[in-house]
């Protein structure tokens, strides 16, 4: 397997590729904003989407012992009194007495405020729960919340999936969407933001078994990440000290990825233990335990989480691609020694994975260009292209890490019906008759993907 020796890359360089090239853009930006909240475009659209598909495709359906659930944002509050958010989800603020601006204890150092030096009041617990109304009376009986975590819609319906699929312990269930957190410290890009996307899944097992499962759900969770091109040396495993835990844990350990600026979560790991599942039980008055029909024995399971953030996990995705070498000269449209950006991503992960590029718009090429990208875009994730000159396109293409462009030159349709594919990684060309194109393609994604292994 080929040594990959990335380029570090700041994140102002990845917030401005992001931007011109249709990842990421900031949310109501004519507007000026609105703070720590982002859009993907459709290039990160692609990319986040391709993050959570492996994801479920690795937790759910590559495994027997996981399934489905996509539960609603809303919910009861109940449930939230009964989890433990609304008492314990909270950071300790303080607020600038002059400036109005608010800051976490934990990030500001002095007695006065960062921003005006104004006098700070006493430390108060915030929730970081977003709070709205439902129906038309806004009044306190009609708050609801915004999840913070997707997790509570799986163990509020952990009956009805077991019953109705009739699984035994050992089982998971599984969960993308989004989560709101109105964060007091966002920040960091997609990093830490106040609406975000989580991939989280609930392990059910029997008591005792817990530590040998988050055990395991932690190696898992490390080569997913390899799995799809992350290095290896990029990631580390961070176990929690006692006073870190959240308030439902026994014990947390996160999968950290080095960021451009220093160590990140990208996903935490919980043995959640029978905390949730009890605390609903005693709130809703509903039985949620389960009976071993083997052993005969009946009890509350015991749950470990992998939590995973899909904006997160793209950004890192997105920081590990990152490449800059000197430009080939001969693919244009620069001089040499010009910078050529190249993200590296590994092909399942990459927003295009083929690009159809006429080498110009001439009425002899394009029709046989769209021909040849009609041929590919049912099995591959493509984009067709002719504006501007050949080199151009192709700097755009390796801007978004696209594996492989296929083009169509006067040769194709004069001579052989063949056309050239264009590696990203070796920078090779090889000429391939449209007859064998879709197998030609299939073949160097796969070479591709051994090489892009973390
Ligand atoms: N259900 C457990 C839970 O929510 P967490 O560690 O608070 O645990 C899990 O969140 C993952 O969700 C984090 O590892 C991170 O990837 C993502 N996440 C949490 N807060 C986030 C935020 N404000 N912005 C982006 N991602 C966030």
Redesign the pocket.
């Known amino acids: 397997m080929a040594e990959r020796k990335l380029k570090r890359v700041d994140l102002d360089t990845l917030v401005s590729l992001s931007k011109r090239r249709g990842i990421v853009f900031q949310s109501s930006e004519i507007y000026g904003g609105v703070g720590s909240v982002w859009d993907y475009g459709p290039i990160g659209v692609e990319l986040k989407r391709n993050v959570k598909n492996l994801w479920w495709q690795a937790m759910v359906r590559e495994r027997d012992d996981i399934v489905g659930l996509d539960a609603a944002i809303l919910m009861n509050p109940e449930v939230w009194a009964a989890s433990g958010h609304i008492s314990n989800f909270t950071d300790p603020m303080v607020e600038c007495k002059k400036c109005h601006h608010r800051f976490r204890v934990d990030n500001i150092q002095g007695k006065a405020c960062p921003d005006c030096a104004g006098e700070l009041t006493e430390p108060r617990m915030f929730n970081l729960m977003f709070k709205t109304f439902m129906g038309a009376v806004e009044e306190e009986a009609a708050v609801v919340y915004l999840r ?4 509570q819609g799986i163990f509020v319906n952990f009956s009805n999936v077991q019953q109705t699929t009739r699984r035994k312990l050992p089982f998971g269930i599984a969960q993308i969407g989004k ?1 709101f ?1 109105n ?1 007091i410290t ?1 920040g960091n890009f ?5 609406e ?1 996307e ?1 991939m ?1 899944m609930e392990f059910f097992c029997k008591p005792g078994t817990d530590e040998e499962w988050h055990r395991f759900w932690i190696h898992f969770s490390v080569d997913f990440f390899k799995r799809y091109g992350i290095r290896g040396e990029k990631l580390r495993v961070r176990h929690h000290e006692e006073s870190e835990l ?1 308030h439902y844990s026994t014990g947390s350990a ?1 999968v950290e990825y080095e960021f451009p600026w220093g160590w990140g ?4 790991i ?1 043995d959640r233990t029978d905390f949730d599942l009890k605390a609903h039980m005693q709130r809703s008055g509903k039985d949620l335990s389960y009976f071993d029909e083997e052993t005969k024995e009946r009890y509350v399971p015991f749950v470990i ?1 992998p ?3 899909a ?3 793209a950004l890192a995705f997105l920081a590990d691609a990152y490449d800059e070498e000197e430009a080939a000269p001969a693919e244009g449209p620069g001089k040499a020694g010009d910078k050529r950006v190249v993200l590296r991503f590994h092909p399942d992960i990459a927003p295009v994975t083929v690009a159809v590029l006429p080498l110009s718009r001439n009425e002899k090429l394009v029709p046989t260009a769209k021909k040849v990208h009609d041929i590919l875009r049912p099995l591959f994730n493509t984009q067709y292209d002719d504006s501007q000159s050949i080199g151009r396109r192709y700097r755009r293409q390796d801007e978004i890490g696209t594996p492989l462009c296929v083009t169509v030159d006067f040769e194709t349709v004069e001579k052989d019906d063949s056309v050239t594919i264009r590696n990203r990684d070796l920078m090779t060309q090889v000429r391939v008759p449209i007859a064998r194109l879709a197998e030609a393609v299939r073949e160097q994604l796969d070479v591709m993907r051994k090489d892009c292994h973390g």
């Open positions: 913070p975590e997707t997790a989560s957190r964060e966002p997609i990093f830490r933001t106040r975000f989580q989280e959240p996160d979560e990208l996903e935490t919980s989480e939590a995973m953030g904006d997160r996990t």
